[in-house]
């Protein structure tokens, strides 16, 4: 917390320039607005060849394609694709169509939700199904084309997981969690629902807790693919609009006093990108990689038994949602 004030009012570096990215093809999850349109913005400034853009609402997807060629004075370098994170199935045919693309160097997963009241999608709680689950059977199921791409072009592609901060603040919730079948306690709605402010950094936390697993058995040694997870910031967009109009207040005042614009916050996730094999598995804020931001409970002896009993409990999960995916990746 100490610098985060201070990294706030931070003007950021953009830690891309045309050379690195001329030429190449991106994704970007949740581009219709926020971060991600951000990031899909200056991609095509930066002269990519290809940003695929996973949007849930076509119409809104379009039109962020045609604000950011006009404004980039580029055509045909967005391509907009279905993909509704709520939903296994869009998920499952968005890899499938990944699969046709001939090289892909960076999969941002930035879609994210901060819900006010209980949802369930996917027979999950909502939050627990768009921020953390499917962020990783998209994952999974991308993995695939990502080490084909890391072989036929000798390059690191990159899994840039956009997380939080606010993943910190999930402890208050770790001492009502079962030993196992958390995921399942996660859905009592009768039990969580009291505290369901706490529900979005929970779904962060868990993010963070998979990536560090996956980059822990997967070394990028092994597979020539990067995984890292980037807190932006708090950065004004409008990913708290469901919330109440007091909760919003608070935010926009803090938001007022240090919030980053959209633009700033997207840098972080440009750093993502750039980032090297030193970030692998690891914690990136303010472009920067800051593992000494993590608090002891999650890299302490019970953290890591947490870790792992979140890992087992996602990989079941995501092997009942799409026999095999899990077993293509971790298959050693
Ligand atoms: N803003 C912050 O202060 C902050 C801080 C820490 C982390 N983050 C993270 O940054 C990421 C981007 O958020 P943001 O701040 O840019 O919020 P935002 O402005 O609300 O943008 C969220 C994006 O995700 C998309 N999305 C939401 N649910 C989706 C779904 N089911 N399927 C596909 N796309 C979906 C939205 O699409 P629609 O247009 O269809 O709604 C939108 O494009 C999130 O993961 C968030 O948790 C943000």
Same mark, same amino acid.
């Given at each position: 917390?100490?610098?985060?004030?201070?990294?706030?009012?931070?003007?950021?570096?953009?830690?891309?320039?045309?050379?690195?990215?001329?030429?190449?093809?991106?994704?970007?999850?949740?581009?219709?607005?926020?971060?991600?349109?951000?990031?899909?913005?200056?991609?095509?400034?930066?002269?990519?060849?290809?940003?695929?853009?996973?949007?849930?609402?076509?119409?809104?997807?379009?039109?962020?394609?045609?604000?950011?060629?006009?404004?980039? /004075?580029?055509? #045909?370098?967005?391509?907009?694709? =279905?993909?509704?994170? $709520?939903? %296994? @199935?869009?998920?499952?045919?968005? &890899? *499938?169509?990944?699969?046709?693309?001939?090289?892909?160097?960076?999969?941002?997963?930035?879609?994210?939700?901060?819900?006010?009241?209980?949802?369930?999608?996917?027979?999950?709680?909502?939050?627990?199904?768009?921020?953390?689950?499917?962020?990783?059977?998209?994952?999974?199921?991308?993995?695939?084309?990502?080490?084909?791409?890391?072989?036929?072009?000798?390059?690191?592609?990159?899994?840039?997981?956009?997380?939080?901060?606010?993943?910190?603040?999930?402890?208050?919730?770790?001492?009502?969690?079962?030993?196992? /079948?958390?995921? #399942?306690?996660?859905?009592?709605? =009768?039990?969580?629902? $009291?505290? %369901? @402010?706490?529900?979005?950094?929970? &779904? *962060?936390?868990?993010?963070?807790?998979?990536?560090?697993?996956?980059?822990?058995?997967?070394?990028?040694?092994?597979?020539?693919?990067?995984?890292?997870?980037?807190?932006?910031?708090?950065?004004?967009?409008?990913?708290?609009?469901?919330?109440?109009?007091?909760?919003?207040?608070?935010?926009?005042?803090?938001?007022?006093?240090?919030?980053?614009?959209?633009?700033?916050?997207?840098?972080?996730?440009?750093?993502?990108?750039?980032?090297?094999?030193?970030?692998?598995?690891?914690?990136?804020?303010?472009?920067?990689?800051?593992? #000494?931001?993590?608090?002891?409970?999650?890299?302490?002896?019970?953290?890591?038994?947490?870790?792992?009993?979140?890992?087992?409990?996602?990989?079941?999960?995501?092997?009942?949602?799409?026999?095999?995916?899990?077993?293509?990746?971790?298959?050693?």
């Amino acid at each position: 917390m100490a610098d985060f004030f201070s990294n706030q009012r931070k003007s950021l570096p953009i830690a891309l320039e045309v050379d690195d990215v001329k030429g190449k093809t991106y994704i970007v999850t949740g581009a219709t607005g926020g971060l991600g349109y951000e990031v899909a913005k200056r991609l095509v400034r930066l002269e990519a060849a290809k940003v695929i853009i996973g949007v849930r609402n076509a119409e809104k997807g379009e039109s962020a394609k045609t604000a950011i060629e006009t404004q980039a /004075g580029r055509k #045909d370098v967005i391509e907009v694709w =279905a993909l509704d994170m $709520a939903s %296994y @199935d869009s998920i499952k045919a968005f &890899s *499938k169509r990944m699969e046709t693309i001939d090289r892909i160097d960076a999969l941002v997963l930035n879609a994210g939700v901060s819900h006010a009241a209980w949802q369930v999608k996917e027979g999950s709680e909502a939050h627990m199904t768009v921020n953390f689950i499917s962020q990783y059977l998209l994952t999974f199921a991308a993995f695939p084309s990502l080490q084909a791409s890391a072989i036929k072009y000798d390059i690191k592609p990159r899994v840039v997981l956009v997380g939080s901060m606010g993943g910190f603040f999930a402890y208050e919730s770790l001492n009502k969690f079962p030993q196992t /079948g958390i995921l #399942d306690d996660l859905n009592d709605k =009768a039990k969580w629902e $009291a505290t %369901y @402010d706490n529900r979005y950094p929970v &779904s *962060k936390m868990f993010e963070h807790f998979a990536a560090r697993e996956l980059a822990s058995l997967k070394p990028v040694s092994e597979t020539g693919v990067i995984v890292n997870v980037v807190d932006p910031g708090l950065c004004k967009t409008d990913l708290n609009h469901e919330l109440s109009a007091f909760t919003r207040f608070k935010a926009w005042c803090a938001k007022l006093v240090m919030g980053r614009s959209a633009e700033e916050g997207s840098r972080t996730l440009i750093h993502g990108i750039a980032a090297g094999e030193d970030s692998h598995g690891k914690y990136l804020t303010s472009c920067e990689i800051r593992e #000494d931001h993590i608090p002891d409970w999650v890299t302490n002896e019970s953290g890591k038994v947490l870790q792992k009993q979140i890992w087992t409990e996602l990989l079941e999960k995501l092997e009942t949602i799409q026999p095999g995916v899990v077993t293509a990746v971790l298959h050693d």
